[in-house]
T-cell receptor, first 109, second 116 residues
Framework: EDQVTQSPEALRLQEGESSSLNCSYT??????LFWYRQDPGKGPEFLFT???AGEEKEKERLKATLTKKESFLHITAPKPEDSATYLC??????????FGSGTQLTVLP | DTGVSQDPRHKITKRGQNVTFRCDPI?????LYWYRQTLGQGPEFLTY????????KSRLLSDRFSAERPKGSFSTLEIQRTEQGDSAMYLC??????????????FGEGSRLTVL
């Protein structure tokens, strides 16, 4: 069974303090790894798709990277508006997504 | 706004009552998904439709749960004889089958169910 584990569960950063979130996965044949952002009381919002080890994607202060066993979401010089829960997911056999439990990021001004 | 819309946003019910949630997907999307999310957890897959056909159901979807998507447009998720363990956010998402490999789902804002 596919498993996705995210760490840390929660992370508090000062504005401008860069850090990384981790997503480790156990799947039988990776067909992509996806990152989503979820604001309180809202549905998840798609950020990135990564397909193969070594691939990187960037969007503003976020950069996602992928290895054979895990993915990292690097946040450079974060701002308070980057506060959210970040979820990673892998596709199941029917292309439904299996999500991790997320990392709740708080960026303090 | 042409995003995914869900109704109601909040529902409080007593144990044993039936509840129904509605989801209107983005109009050109032929795939529609239902997920359930509890506090501190990621969304868990329940079921999905391609057009009007229900193609996959999670084992989380007990026989008290039923979902429909008549005519391949909006969808409903009904929970019969609600239990306190059913309290969660029920999320609907849609996509087009041609973009399945990208993993990009468009989620609604969810319907929060509280069972007393």
């Amino acid at each position: 069974e596919d498993q996705v584990t995210q760490s840390p569960e929660a992370l508090r950063l000062q504005e401008g303090e860069s850090s990384s979130l981790n997503c480790s996965y156990t799947v039988s044949g990776l067909r992509g790894l996806f990152w989503y952002r979820q604001d309180p009381g809202k549905g998840p919002e798609f950020l990135f798709t990564l397909y193969s080890a070594g691939e990187e994607k960037e969007k503003e202060r976020l950069k996602a990277t992928l290895t054979k066993k895990e993915s990292f979401l690097h946040i450079t010089a974060p701002k308070p508006e980057d506060s959210a829960t970040y979820l990673c997911a892998v596709p199941g056999s029917a292309r439904q997504l299996t999500f991790g439990s997320g990392t709740q990021l708080t960026v303090l001004p | 706004d042409t995003g995914v819309s869900q109704d109601p946003r909040h529902k409080i019910t007593k144990r044993g009552q039936n509840v129904t949630f509605r989801c209107d997907p983005i109009s050109e999307h032929n795939r529609l998904y239902w997920y359930r999310q509890t506090l501190g957890q990621g969304p868990e897959f329940l079921t999905y439709f391609q057009n009007e056909a229900q193609l996959e159901k999670s084992r989380l979807l007990s026989d008290r749960f039923s979902a429909e998507r008549p005519k391949g447009s909006f969808s409903t998720l009904e929970i019969q004889r609600t239990e306190q363990g059913d309290s969660a956010m029920y999320l609907c998402a849609s996509s087009h089958s041609g973009t399945v490999g990208t993993g990009e789902l468009f989620f609604g804002e969810g319907s929060r169910l509280t069972v007393l």
